[in-house]
């Protein structure tokens, strides 16, 4: 988690934005809200409950925020999907079948460490992106995704997506505001991860098993995979996609619409 990364240590975390018009800023958010950070190391324990307290800060602030990001989707009558995954295991190249192919009116808010270049392709696939550069940051936060949203922009859309930074860890700790949490699990990567990375999948409500037309070349289970998953999580449902081949896309804007239709 983040008390191991340090990322959210640091009384300021800097981003760079790049709007839909291909400009960029950059600025810098105080995650303090008014706390001064101690990082003395003469007193071990003491700093141990020190990090502790300013974590779970942190949390309850994003919590806060993340609730009132929600509020002003639904207020707009809009769902939020929040993407996570580790890197390359195929989020965006699921949002530009997903554009092309379901008829929705679709923002993504992007997050990553650095360059716009997943905006670049979600905005030509035909639907509205934000880019947040994240820096050192490996995950988004309510207060980023916040921006995002006013720089996106909310009128005329569906759903808005949020790619989350790739990575199976602290993106889990954080609640952005979305209404949905889908992680995606490529065949590549193998099947032991939702063994590894218990907390992302016990969080999911949906997981996306891609790049399947792959399996034959790779030793990935996939009904070991379901087992697992369902062992954590047993309301969570699975999907079976290869977005480049067109296999089980059609069930993936099925789940969407119909979690359109439910709110």
């Known amino acids: 988690m983040c008390k191991d990364c340090g990322c959210t240590l640091g009384d300021i975390h800097s981003h760079e934005h790049t709007h839909t018009d291909g400009t960029t800023h950059s600025h810098s958010h105080d995650h303090s ?15 141990d409950t020190k990090t502790i307290e300013v974590i779970q800060k942190i949390l309850s602030q994003n919590d806060h925020e993340a609730e009132h990001n ?16 580790s890197p390359g295991a195929g989020k965006t190249t699921l949002l530009e079948t997903t554009i092309k192919q379901s008829g929705l009116k679709i923002g993504v808010v992007e997050g990553d460490l650095e360059t716009n270049k997943d905006a670049d392709r979600i905005i030509q696939a035909g639907a509205k992106a934000h880019q947040i550069t994240t820096g050192q940051t490996c995950h988004l936060d309510a207060f980023m995704v916040h921006e995002g949203l006013h720089n996106l922009g909310l009128d005329d859309l569906d759903i808005v997506f949020i790619e989350n930074v790739g990575n199976l860890v602290c993106p889990a700790a954080y609640d952005v505001g979305a209404h949905i949490n889908v992680v995606l699990l490529s065949v590549p990567e193998g099947s032991d991860k939702v063994a590894k990375y218990p907390v992302m999948f016990r969080r ?7 790049k399947t037309s792959l399996l034959e070349h790779f030793n990935f289970d996939i ?3 379901k087992s697992q998953v369902h062992k954590l999580n047993p309301k969570a449902d699975i999907i079976e996609i290869d977005s480049i081949k067109n296999i089980g896309v059609d069930k993936w804007i099925d789940y969407l619409k119909m979690k359109m239709e439910l709110r």
């Open 204 to 210: 999911a409500d949906c997981v996306i098993i891609t």
């Open 70 to 85: 929600r509020a002003h989707l639904d207020e707009a009558g809009i769902l939020c999907v929040n993407l996570m995954s």
């Open 223 to 225: 009904k070991e995979v």
């Open 33 to 47: 809200h008014g706390h001064s950070h101690d990082h003395s190391h003469s007193h071990p324990e003491l700093n």
